[in-house]
């Protein structure tokens, strides 16, 4: 698969539209979208602009063609990324397309040292001259040299094995998008306008049902891309199934890091979005009044083998031990009393709540507690889900949660405001381990 973005995150940025036109030609020809901008900060992107650039063609002097000291050009390639490229831009790879390529070691080094939120993962350096002349014209052994481009570039992203496997799985979402448009939209021979009308109200009616009348146009569109998503999820999974070459490579490291993965596991079982009352998945925080919650920490807090030194005393008696013991994690549940947040999680068929066919609200109480506690919790019951640790961005401190699946109830109206929102998958697997803690058959035996 084509290791160059073809998703239109190209930028080409030459002060002289006709010495960058065979290098946009090429690119067309290849059928790789770009952005061009002659450095002209009227015609760059609005400051504050998310862009997220995956190879940048930059032309070292915007001056014209005439020479400029190197100190001279800096500060205005400065300015113009600092508008082209993002903070939070991914890596990119920098070509510097210019005639002035002996100021590329200065540019870079600068590059570097004052822009190290938006440095290039690697650069190369280019002379104009070699591909055309000053008017634009290609030299003679122009087709020679722009193939050598192409490849030079693809070898240079290639030494960067996870930031080329990055632009691999951006190449196959674009081309999944490709895949699930043919597939869902190949129905119509004529009359697209009307026809795709048609297919779209579909589309909104399979995942609104008989709410799909009484929405607005905001709201019906939603709908169908919903159901559209679902096209897309297969497309993705079969593009991958089949798109990544045998030959991929993998760079494999377990070694051991500072870094918290921690953080991940937070976006990875949590949406930050605005959520709808009733919406499955939603988390919401509540008041600490039910006793239900204390009574989970009282049967769920264990004790560990790390606790009987802490307690142990010489001499100490069985049923003295017992009592410290107890008083110990007496003393631990009102530290997690004065960090938990409790909430309750939304767990409403996901149809149900589409289509409006809900008649109360089903939830399933949860505690969210500092990550330091988490071995004292049992996590081999059936009644109870334990999440894995994560960074809590709320508190800003790793935490986990569980599910107390024996309180597990309804309610009328579902109350409160909520940004958090449990993934899809997540989701999955704690209505995966509620079912099998309702349906459990237990044993059935007499006793002599």
């Not at 061009?36 to 915007?62: A, C, H, K």
């Not at 958090?420 to 995966?432: F, N, R, T």
Request: hydrophobic share 35%.
């Amino acid at each position: 698969m084509n290791t160059l973005p073809i998703n239109g995150r190209i930028v080409i940025i030459d002060d002289d539209i006709n010495q960058a036109r065979p290098l946009m030609e090429e690119l067309g020809k290849r059928r790789l979208p770009y952005l061009y901008y002659d450095g002209n900060p009227e015609n760059l992107p609005i400051s504050g602009t998310l862009n997220d650039v995956r190879l940048l063609f930059l032309d070292i002097n915007l001056q014209g063609n005439s020479f400029r000291p190197v100190k001279e050009l800096y500060p205005i390639i400065h300015a113009i990324l600092q508008r082209v490229i993002s903070p939070n831009n991914f890596p990119y790879v920098l070509v510097c397309w210019s005639r002035n390529i002996e100021d590329y070691n200065y540019i870079i080094e600068q590059l570097y040292q004052q822009m190290r939120d938006r440095s290039p993962i690697c650069s190369i350096p280019l002379s104009k001259a070699d591909f055309f002349t000053m008017t634009g014209e290609k030299t003679d052994d122009y087709d020679e040299k722009i193939e050598l481009l192409f490849t030079r570039i693809s070898d240079e992203i290639s030494q960067h094995i996870s930031f080329s496997n990055l632009l691999q799985w951006e190449n196959h979402i674009h081309a999944a998008a490709n895949h699930a448009l043919n597939e869902s939209l190949s129905c119509i021979a004529n009359d697209w306008d009307s026809t795709a009308d048609w297919i779209f109200t579909k589309w909104g009616l399979a995942y609104a049902g008989r709410r799909f009348k009484a929405q607005n146009s905001s709201e019906k569109l939603k709908s169908a891309f919903f159901t559209l998503n679902h096209f897309m999820q297969e497309a993705m999974d079969i593009e991958i199934s089949n798109g990544v070459p045998p030959d991929s490579r993998f760079n494999e490291d377990s070694s051991d890091r500072e870094e918290s993965l921690l953080h991940f596991n937070e976006k990875l079982i949590f949406s930050f979005c605005q959520t709808a009352p009733k919406e499955p998945g939603r988390i919401v925080i509540t008041n600490a009044e039910l006793d239900t919650y204390k009574d989970t920490l009282g049967t769920f807090l264990r004790e560990s083998s790390t606790i009987i030194p802490i307690v142990r005393k010489e001499g100490m008696s069985d049923k003295d031990l017992r009592k410290a013991i107890d008083k110990h994690l007496s003393k631990v549940r009102e530290r997690i009393y004065q960090q938990w947040d409790i909430f309750k999680l939304v767990i409403n068929p996901i149809c149900d709540f589409a289509q409006d066919k809900l008649r109360v609200n089903r939830v399933i109480p949860g505690i969210f507690i500092p990550a330091e506690f988490y071995n004292l919790i049992i996590r081999n019951s059936d009644a109870i889900y334990v999440s894995p640790k994560f960074h809590y961005t709320k508190k800003d401190k790793d935490y986990f949660f569980i599910l107390d699946f024996r309180y597990f109830t309804s309610e009328q109206h579902d109350n409160g405001e909520s940004s958090l929102k449990i993934k899809q998958i997540v989701l999955a697997e704690i209505l995966s381990k509620l079912s099998r803690h309702i349906n459990r058959q237990g044993l059935l035996f007499i006793d002599e």
